[in-house]
């Protein structure tokens, strides 16, 4: 389509023009349920999360092969294979996703592939995506001959509006290189910074020594984990809500950042030190949890009795979409192994997951996290060798588990007061408390405590 709007003086409410992707406060809009208002076209920014997801993947690498050098120097077999292990099946992870978000495979791009083969993918992207960018700004006084239009809707003072706006072929491009990013550090964080992080703390917990390189190679899997999980929270946002324009405002951004870090780095501390606690001992329980996580999804979609979905990519066969879902269930295990997924994964689905709000999900995830939580750090005080010289184990296991419940207050808050969307919420954070309290109550107490109609409406809520 490449009609454009032409600019009249007329003030009706289909000519207003607003700014969706740079302004989310505009003028109040008084216009029928049926009118299309006509944004104005999307500016195109600088690729920041681009190159920020860039520069963790290389500082990770690099600093994981460091210390391979490091520990085959010294002769630490089983550290140097775990280490480079975890690097790479992340690393080859991260350049099949990018092969398939891109879809390369149907193209004739021998230098792209290249550089997936010797794991620099991402570098070629990056390169690619700044690329782009530089052509955008400099044609940026330009029209662009091929255009598609896009349809969003927006909340604006509370009322729900339908908003149009061109979105030009280059602009586009960008857009597909940043989701392609925004896959690529899930996998890295989840598959590769997750158990990384996990097993440098533990050698450096048992060798009671840390390293400058150790310590390199722990600050990158960290923020890589912070940034894959916060990524992991916006990405929900627009799966559930698919059809809104949503933007995130800078505290919301801050209350997601809080929430995730002590969360995850809370758990990953539990998890370490209940290992260094029972050592071997400690791996069938640790692989028991990640099965568990790892097939609930596929015994869910068995007694549905669903069929497997097909039409996941048009030119997947059976056995490409089989290994598709099997990718997204061993990422949604990763996730829901150290963090809340944010998202409950249906594969008899074809957008693969639950688009409701599904307060249950979460409550049972974190209930069933806590209890873990607490068997392993009383695991790790009762049983625990002297492994943190003399600090007093009492004192780090109540400070892990305080940790952990502030991590789920942020949580509270952001889906009760900074949620985006939360206007849509059939019922938000305190309803379902409210309900799971009133579930706790005798039947009897509460038909003698209230008439018939108000004992119906609030039944009716939960």
């Keep these: 389509m490449n009609t454009r709007p032409q600019h009249s003086e007329r003030t009706s409410t289909m000519d207003r023009v607003y700014e969706i992707p740079e302004e989310p406060n505009v003028d109040p809009v008084s216009s029928l349920e049926e009118d299309v208002i006509r944004g104005a076209n999307p500016r195109f920014t600088?690729?920041?999360?681009?190159?920020?997801?860039?520069?963790?993947?290389?500082?990770e690498a690099a600093s994981a092969l460091y210390m391979v050098r490091?520990?085959?120097?010294?002769s630490e077999t089983y550290w140097m294979t775990y280490t480079f292990s975890f690097f790479m099946f992340s690393s080859i992870m991260v350049q099949l996703t990018l092969i398939f978000v891109h879809r390369d495979l149907a193209k004739d791009k021998p230098l792209s592939l290249f550089m997936h083969l010797i794991l620099l993918g991402p570098v070629i992207r990056c390169l690619e995506a700044m690329i782009k960018y530089l052509t955008l700004w400099k044609k940026e006084e330009q029209?662009?001959?091929?255009?598609?239009?896009?349809?969003?809707?927006?909340?604006?003072?509370?009322?729900?509006v339908l908003i149009e706006w061109e979105v030009g072929h280059s602009i586009r491009t960008l857009a597909m290189h940043r989701n392609a990013y925004k896959r690529m550090s899930q996998i890295?964080?989840?598959?590769g910074s997750v158990p990384q992080l996990t097993y440098q703390l533990y050698v450096s917990l048992i060798s009671a020594e840390v390293p400058l390189g150790r310590v390199v190679l722990m600050v990158f899997s960290l923020v890589s984990v912070t940034?894959?999980?916060?990524?992991?929270?916006?990405?929900?946002?627009?799966?559930?809500?698919?059809?809104?324009?949503?933007?995130?405002?800078?505290?919301?951004?801050?209350?997601?950042?809080?929430?995730?870090?002590?969360?995850?780095?809370?758990?990953?501390?539990?998890?370490?030190?209940?290992?260094?606690?029972?050592?071997?001992?400690?791996?069938?329980?640790?692989?028991?949890?990640?099965?568990?996580?790892?097939?609930?999804?596929?015994?869910?979609?068995?007694?549905?009795?669903?069929?497997m979905p097909n039409n996941i990519e048009k030119n997947f066969s059976r056995v490409g979409t089989l290994v598709v879902l099997i990718s997204v269930t061993i990422l949604y295990a990763g996730i829901n192994f150290s963090c809340w997924s944010a998202l409950q994964l249906r594969l008899a689905d074809r957008d693969l997951v639950d688009k409701g709000q599904n307060w249950?999900?979460?409550?049972?995830?974190?209930?069933v996290r806590l209890v873990e939580n607490v068997i392993?750090?009383?695991?790790?005080?009762?049983?625990?060798?002297?492994?943190?010289?003399?600090?007093?184990?009492?004192?780090?296991?109540?400070q892990l588990i305080i940790a952990y419940l502030i991590s789920i207050g942020f949580m509270l808050l952001f889906f009760q007061y900074l949620h985006p969307l939360r206007s849509l919420f059939t019922h938000n954070v305190v309803d379902y408390l409210h309900c799971v309290c009133c579930h706790r109550h005798p039947q009897t107490r509460v038909e003698n405590s209230e008439p018939p109609f108000e004992t119906e409406a609030r039944q009716s809520v939960v």
């Design 143 to 160: 029209e662009e001959p091929y255009v598609s239009l896009t349809r969003k809707k927006m909340l604006i003072d509370g009322e729900e």
């Design 227 to 307: 940034y894959g999980a916060t990524l992991c929270n916006m990405l929900a946002i627009q799966i559930k809500y698919d059809d809104y324009k949503i933007r995130l405002g800078p505290l919301e951004v801050l209350c997601i950042t809080i929430w995730r870090t002590l969360e995850i780095t809370s758990r990953l501390l539990i998890l370490v030190l209940f290992s260094a606690t029972l050592k071997l001992k400690a791996v069938p329980f640790l692989v028991l949890n990640f099965l568990i996580i790892l097939f609930e999804p596929w015994i869910k979609f068995w007694r549905s009795g669903a069929q």
């Design 46 to 59: 600088f690729p920041f999360s681009i190159l920020f997801s860039t520069f963790l993947y290389c500082g």
């Design 188 to 191: 890295q964080a989840f598959l």
């Design 376 to 398: 392993m750090v009383l695991v790790f005080k009762f049983f625990g060798v002297k492994v943190l010289l003399n600090y007093c184990h009492s004192l780090i296991a109540l």
């Design 360 to 367: 249950g999900h979460m409550g049972l995830h974190y209930s």
């Design 70 to 74: 490091i520990y085959r120097k010294n």
